[in-house]
T-cell receptor, first 111, second 115 residues
């Protein structure tokens, strides 16, 4: 079983749609959680951290359920510029910042 | 620039040759990471350096892979006797410290093609 699992997609949605991505992780000792965004042939960039209380950044909302080892990302009012691959990321146990990446979910927003 | 710098950006090599990939982290960042991403795949952890501590080499796929970090700054990833399955983009990243939650910044990667 992979340490971080995501639906690979692609998710094809029209502009303005709301889309949700899910992710599960296997290591209950993971301490920190993130969503990264990766554009085609570019490096990953941090989109947002994920907290148990849930957090929101503009049109993006992230949620963490530690009991279920489940992370989600909600994008409201999708824009063409949101088209990218969204990577679910957790830190490995061991007390340092070793990031374990999911394979990513591809999002394509069309006019 | 102030970001993570990697070279070469693209490398085509013949099977069996050795290659060296270089990473120059953000100034002041003590933690440095190497990841590999094959076409259509997620990022695979290779190795991690933190200050003067022993590196975490647990992700290196075989003994053909090695990495050094000299003077706590620049790092070199070496692949000996390259194979076609080594073709991937090799991403270097750095962070200010090693604590979970410190933002990690990636370079643009070195795209390796083994023919």
């Amino acid at each position: 079983r992979k340490e971080v699992e995501q639906d690979p997609g692609p998710f094809n949605v029209p502009e303005g749609a709301t889309v949700a991505f899910n992710c599960t992780y296997s290591n209950s000792a993971s301490q920190s959680f993130f969503w990264y965004r990766q554009d085609c042939r570019k490096e990953p960039k941090l989109l947002m951290s994920v907290y148990s209380s849930g957090n929101e950044d503009g049109r993006f909302t992230a949620q963490l359920n530690r009991a279920s080892q489940y992370i989600s990302l909600l994008i409201r009012d999708s824009k063409l510029s949101d088209s990218a691959t969204y990577l679910c990321v957790v830190t490995a146990s061991g007390g340092y910042n070793k990031l374990i990446f999911g394979a990513g979910t591809r999002l394509a927003v069309h006019p | 620039g102030a970001g993570v710098s990697q070279s070469p950006s693209n490398k085509v090599t013949e099977k069996g040759k050795d290659v060296e990939l270089r990473c120059d982290p953000i100034s002041g960042h003590t933690a440095l990471y190497w990841y590999r991403q094959s076409l259509g795949q997620g990022l695979e952890f290779l190795i991690y350096f933190q200050g003067n501590s022993a590196p975490d080499k647990s992700g290196l796929p075989s003994d053909r892979f090695s990495a050094e970090r000299t003077g706590g700054s620049v790092s070199t990833l070496t692949i000996q006797r390259t194979q076609q399955e080594d073709s991937a983009v090799y991403l270097c990243a750095s962070s200010f410290g090693a604590q979970p939650g410190n933002t990690i910044y990636f370079g643009e990667g070195s795209w390796l093609t083994v023919v």
